[in-house]
Nanobody
């Protein structure tokens, strides 16, 4: 069992930056690949980024490539999402998720555990 708690969301002006954190419980964190997703009001939840258990591989959605960076610190049981050049359309609830394995980083059904989400609001 893995429990995930996101933090770091908030209100930021367009062009600004935020770093989200996702703290995981359990001693098997380093066995899981981790992903970040977001859901805007009235829209489906979308894949943003993922990172392998070792941190050696990262995956990004085209919409955030070059602006967002995923990283992890297995010693701290934490995965991060650094978000730069934020836009109003980045406003959403951001979720982290853990996958024992996945055939594709963007396949939400392959993630085993999900956090409750943290709100990010970008003002224009």
């Amino acid at each position: 069992q893995v429990q995930l708690v996101e933090s770091g969301g908030g209100l930021v002006q367009a062009g600004g930056s935020l770093r989200l954190s996702c703290a995981a419980s359990g001693r098997t964190f380093n066995r899981y690949a981790m992903g970040w997703f977001r859901q805007a009001p009235g829209k489906d939840r979308d894949f943003l980024a993922a990172i392998s258990w070792s941190g050696g591989r990262t995956y990004y959605a085209d919409s955030v490539k070059g602006r967002f960076t995923i990283s992890r610190d297995n010693a701290k049981n934490t995965v991060y999402l650094e978000m730069n050049s934020l836009k109003p359309e980045d406003t959403a609830v951001y979720y982290c998720a853990a996958a024992n394995t996945f055939s594709s980083a963007s396949y939400q059904h392959e993630y085993d555990y999900w956090g409750q989400g943290t709100q990010v609001t970008v003002s224009s």
